[in-house]
């Protein structure tokens, strides 16, 4: 028997990636899944972003788990493209259990003119459609309850800074806010609310030829070999970064029966990110090590 056999899971930014990821283990504990995302280039978006053909193989990976998919191209940003979606997708699957609000862009920028508009772009993305999917979806969510869980994609810089990264941040700073607040509010329905806050995935939001140059700007063609040092300077753990499966891992607990009294939580899923020591890290030594050993 499934940890989620009998429940309906929503998930957004299910084309590929941590959504396609979370889609598959959710179904594999026995979920139907309603996937959507987006589907079209965002202006000032570095790398490119899922395309239809992605959301229908994430479909098809799913169905071929035996259970209930179905896929929508909706962008979280439109409340009414994903009031209509929610409302379509429940009266087809019956109910809804699960939530997972897992959408969201990377965009650097400095401190310029050119950052008004990727601040907007990226708060609008990042922070304000995870309030505009929840208000589509929390009222199937007490239709089925009572009960349910919503997990949303934070980052380890919801808790810490990142250079460059001051939209990014201050949004996955908000997601954690914003989950407390609904975890709170929704408590009574005894609906959970909990985030996830990874460290960097290997996806495309991560492993592109943009963030290549950024960690890697003596190189003049950057390869994703050359990212792995300075990415792995990053965790505690030494790893450059991870599986999109592992964080997976720890969505399908909040959203089991196994975290019934488990709400209002930032669960760091970050190989020890954001608990970095002040000073010169194992890794750091280590590369010191290495490169003194080379010269003499």
């Known amino acids: 028997m499934g940890k989620m056999?009998?429940?309906?899971?929503?998930?957004?930014?299910?084309?590929?990636?941590?959504?396609?990821?979370?889609a598959l283990r959710l179904a594999q504990e026995g979920a139907d899944i309603i996937i959507t995302d987006i589907c079209v280039p965002i202006e000032g978006v570095?790398?490119?972003?899922?395309?239809?053909?992605?959301?229908?193989?994430?479909?098809?990976?799913?169905?071929?788990?035996?259970v209930r998919c179905l896929s929508y191209v909706?962008?979280?940003?439109?409340?009414?493209?994903?009031?209509?979606?929610?409302?379509?997708?429940?009266?087809?699957?019956?109910?809804?259990d699960t939530v997972v609000i897992?959408?969201?862009?990377?965009?650097?920028?400095?401190?310029?003119?050119e950052s008004l508009d990727i601040w907007d772009t990226v708060i609008e993305t990042?922070?304000?459609?995870?309030?505009r999917t929840v208000v589509a979806?929390?009222?199937?969510?007490?239709?089925?309850?009572?009960?349910?869980?919503?997990?949303?994609?934070?980052?380890?810089?919801?808790?810490?800074?990142?250079f460059n990264n001051a939209a990014y941040t201050v949004?996955?700073?908000?997601?954690?806010?914003?989950?407390?607040?609904?975890?709170?509010?929704?408590?009574?329905?005894?609906?959970r609310v909990?985030?996830?806050?990874?460290?960097?995935?290997?996806?495309?939001?991560?492993?592109?030829?943009?963030?290549?140059?950024?960690?890697?700007?003596?190189?003049?063609?950057?390869?994703?070999?050359?990212m792995k040092i300075p990415a792995e300077s990053l965790n505690l753990l030494p790893v450059p970064w991870m599986e999109p499966e592992y964080v997976s891992h720890a969505v399908l607990f909040l959203a089991s029966d196994e975290a019934k009294y488990v709400t209002g939580i930032a669960m760091p899923v970050d190989a020890g990110m954001t608990i970095q020591p002040p000073g010169i890290t194992p890794f750091l030594g280590r590369r010191m090590a290495e490169l003194k050993q080379g010269i003499d």
């Open 46 to 66: 570095h790398y490119p972003l899922a395309a239809e053909t992605d959301l229908a193989e994430t479909e098809k990976l799913v169905r071929d788990m035996n």
């Open 171 to 191: 949004a996955k700073h908000g997601v954690i806010g914003l989950v407390k607040c609904l975890a709170a509010d929704l408590a009574q329905d005894w609906i």
């Open 5 to 22: 056999d009998g429940k309906v899971a929503f998930i957004t930014g299910g084309a590929r990636g941590q959504g396609r990821a979370h």
């Open 74 to 96: 909706a962008d979280a940003r439109d409340a009414g493209r994903m009031k209509q979606v929610a409302d379509e997708a429940v009266a087809e699957l019956g109910r809804l």
């Open 194 to 226: 909990n985030a996830v806050l990874p460290t960097n995935v290997n996806t495309t939001l991560f492993i592109n030829e943009y963030n290549a140059s950024r960690f890697c700007p003596d190189k003049e063609d950057p390869t994703v070999e050359d």
């Open 126 to 131: 990042n922070l304000s459609s995870v309030w």
């Open 137 to 162: 979806t929390v009222p199937h969510l007490k239709a089925t309850g009572p009960g349910g869980s919503i997990i949303v994609t934070g980052s380890a810089a919801s808790v810490v800074a990142i």
């Open 102 to 113: 897992n959408h969201g862009i990377g965009l650097p920028h400095g401190i310029d003119e």
